[in-house]
């Protein structure tokens, strides 16, 4: 009995598999169907509501794992847009400064060492930064520091890997500087104003300051001569005080430092 | 007999028709529920060889009818499965606990490969690691989860046959 029926499916297999789709058992098969359709109907019907609910608990659970994947997609390409963010600075803030060390502007006598900043003031009257390249570098106590805009500070620590700047903007840093236009004389205190300049002496708003660089007898200053500082913002004077009231504005952006130009003399 | 014929054409074609409308629409990794072969597994174990065949045969066309199969395909599987676990159930399985699980086991594996086997030879695309590997696992755990209930009705169905032994009680 159960061979007949097994050489019965061989048959049909064989039968169906060589007729055209037109042929006798395909005809029988689709009329079967035909009969067969409203069972298939009634039971979607009646299967539809528990399929439903399948297919929404199914549906929670891809959204659930799809918005977690989607989530550690977006951190992992938030973290790489801001690395890349990040290295993009650095580049164009290192072009700068090769750019500078490659200019005229470059001050002759001088090597340098470009140092990352590595710790910045805990606080905003302190302006001074940390910088990782110390004397193993060849940094020593008041060598100059700039940038590609130009001057930032000096160093005023010195340890074996890593040194101390005093920014231009600390009250305890005085610059000799003159005025590119009308060779005024003065010295730049804090970053802010140009102090000790005559009433005799013109300085006009929009001038440019640079380091004066001056030499007299054995002494020197400590800032090469040329190094951009900023720019005069506003001038005043008064019939009590002997000087000028010069504000400026330094050109080198300190709230965006990443790292620094420190310049080391060739003959020390 | 004619009972049992009635009540087995029933149960298969209900099981045939509740396959190919809303089992077959589950999937997991491709793999998905059985119930034709699951109820053909109760069907045979209870009522041997020649049902098993027959209930294989007949459950075989209604789903090559219903999803316009090549006609014959499904119905030789099922035959043999049938068979198989018909003579099983005669000669040692039948009143064994694990007797269900085993065969639903066995005739799964088996019936996957035959379906690859059986394609392959007709010119279809069949996978070979798509079926045995990514959807048997799901299919047999499907298939085994569906056995407690499904034997337990075909138990009540199909009561298992008289053994041999039984209490005479002599009158006068």
Same mark, same amino acid.
């Given at each position: 009995?159960?061979? *007949?029926?097994?050489?019965?499916?061989?048959?049909?297999?064989?039968?169906?598999?060589?007729?055209?789709?037109?042929?006798?058992?395909?005809?029988?098969?689709?009329?079967?169907?035909?009969?067969? +359709?409203?069972?298939?109907?009634?039971?979607?019907?009646?299967? +539809?509501?528990? +399929?439903?609910?399948?297919?929404?608990?199914?549906?929670?659970?891809?959204? $659930?794992?799809?918005?977690?994947?989607? +989530?550690?997609?977006?951190?992992?390409?938030?973290?790489?847009?801001?690395?890349?963010?990040?290295?993009?600075?650095?580049?164009?803030?290192?072009? !700068? $400064?090769?750019?500078?060390?490659?200019?005229?502007?470059? #001050?002759?006598?001088?090597?340098?060492?470009?140092?990352?900043?590595?710790?910045?003031? #805990?606080?905003?009257?302190?302006? /001074?930064?940390?910088?990782?390249?110390?004397?193993?570098?060849?940094?020593?106590?008041?060598?100059?520091?700039?940038?590609?805009?130009?001057?930032?500070?000096?160093?005023?620590?010195?340890?074996?890997?890593?040194?101390?700047?005093?920014?231009?903007?600390?009250?305890?840093?005085?610059?000799?500087?003159?005025?590119?236009?009308?060779?005024?004389?003065? *010295?730049?205190?804090?970053?802010?104003?140009?102090?000790?300049?005559? !009433?005799?002496?013109?300085?006009? /708003?929009?001038?440019?300051?640079?380091?004066?660089?001056?030499?007299?007898?054995?002494?020197?200053?400590?800032?090469?001569?040329?190094?951009?500082?900023?720019?005069?913002?506003?001038?005043?004077?008064?019939?009590?005080?002997?000087? !000028?009231?010069?504000?400026?504005?330094?050109?080198?952006?300190?709230?965006?430092?990443?790292?620094?130009?420190?310049?080391? #003399? !060739?003959?020390? | 007999?004619?009972?049992?014929?009635?009540?087995?054409?029933?149960?298969?074609?209900?099981?045939?028709?509740?396959?190919?409308?809303?089992?077959?629409?589950?999937?997991?990794?491709?793999?998905?529920?059985?119930? =034709?072969?699951?109820?053909?597994?109760?069907?045979?174990?209870?009522?041997?060889?020649?049902?098993?065949?027959?209930?294989?045969? &007949?459950?075989?066309?209604?789903?090559?009818?219903?999803?316009?199969?090549?006609?014959? =395909?499904?119905?030789?599987?099922?035959?043999?499965?049938?068979?198989?676990?018909?003579?099983?159930?005669?000669?040692? &399985?039948?009143?064994?606990?694990?007797?269900?699980?085993?065969? =639903?086991?066995?005739?799964?594996?088996?019936?996957?490969?035959?379906?690859?086997?059986?394609?392959?030879?007709?010119?279809?695309?069949?996978?070979?690691?798509?079926?045995?590997?990514?959807?048997? @696992?799901?299919?047999?755990?499907?298939?085994?989860?569906?056995?407690? @209930?499904?034997?337990?009705?075909?138990?009540?169905?199909?009561?298992? @046959?008289?053994?041999?032994?039984?209490?005479?009680?002599?009158?006068?």
């Amino acid at each position: 009995m159960a061979g *007949v029926l097994v050489l019965l499916s061989i048959a049909l297999i064989t039968i169906y598999f060589r007729e055209s789709s037109g042929g006798g058992l395909h005809q029988v098969q689709s009329a079967g169907a035909t009969v067969l +359709r409203p069972f298939e109907v009634a039971a979607d019907r009646v299967s +539809r509501p528990f +399929r439903d609910a399948y297919g929404y608990f199914a549906g929670l659970v891809h959204a $659930k794992s799809e918005n977690n994947r989607l +989530r550690s997609e977006v951190e992992k390409l938030r973290q790489s847009a801001t690395l890349n963010l990040s290295a993009a600075s650095e580049n164009a803030d290192l072009r !700068k $400064k090769l750019h500078f060390v490659k200019s005229s502007s470059y #001050p002759k006598g001088y090597d340098y060492v470009t140092a990352p900043i590595i710790a910045q003031p #805990p606080a905003a009257f302190e302006q /001074q930064v940390t910088v990782s390249a110390g004397s193993s570098s060849g940094i020593r106590l008041f060598d100059p520091v700039v940038t590609g805009e130009g001057l930032v500070g000096t160093v005023v620590r010195v340890a074996h890997n890593i040194s101390l700047v005093a920014l231009l903007t600390d009250d305890t840093t005085s610059v000799s500087a003159i005025d590119v236009n009308t060779r005024a004389l003065g *010295v730049v205190k804090a970053g802010a104003s140009f102090d000790h300049v005559g !009433k005799d002496q013109q300085v006009d /708003q929009g001038d440019e300051l640079v380091t004066a660089g001056w030499k007299a007898g054995g002494l020197a200053s400590i800032y090469p001569r040329g190094i951009p500082i900023g720019r005069v913002t506003s001038v005043g004077q008064n019939e009590v005080d002997l000087y !000028k009231h010069v504000q400026l504005q330094p050109f080198v952006n300190f709230k965006t430092l990443s790292s620094l130009v420190v310049l080391i #003399p !060739k003959n020390r | 007999m004619t009972a049992d014929i009635a009540k087995g054409a029933a149960v298969l074609f209900v099981a045939a028709i509740l396959q190919v409308t809303l089992l077959s629409q589950i999937d997991v990794f491709h793999g998905a529920p059985d119930l =034709v072969l699951v109820t053909l597994v109760g069907v045979a174990l209870l009522r041997g060889t020649i049902f098993g065949a027959a209930a294989g045969f &007949g459950a075989g066309l209604v789903v090559d009818t219903a999803t316009l199969q090549t006609l014959g =395909v499904t119905s030789l599987l099922l035959t043999i499965a049938g068979y198989w676990i018909g003579r099983y159930g005669e000669t040692t &399985g039948r009143d064994r606990t694990h007797a269900p699980f085993v065969s =639903v086991a066995v005739v799964t594996l088996l019936y996957s490969l035959g379906a690859l086997i059986l394609h392959y030879m007709l010119g279809d695309p069949a996978s070979a690691s798509r079926v045995l590997v990514d959807a048997f @696992p799901f299919e047999l755990i499907f298939n085994l989860i569906l056995t407690l @209930p499904v034997y337990a009705l075909c138990r009540r169905l199909f009561r298992p @046959p008289p053994s041999g032994l039984e209490e005479v009680q002599l009158f006068g």
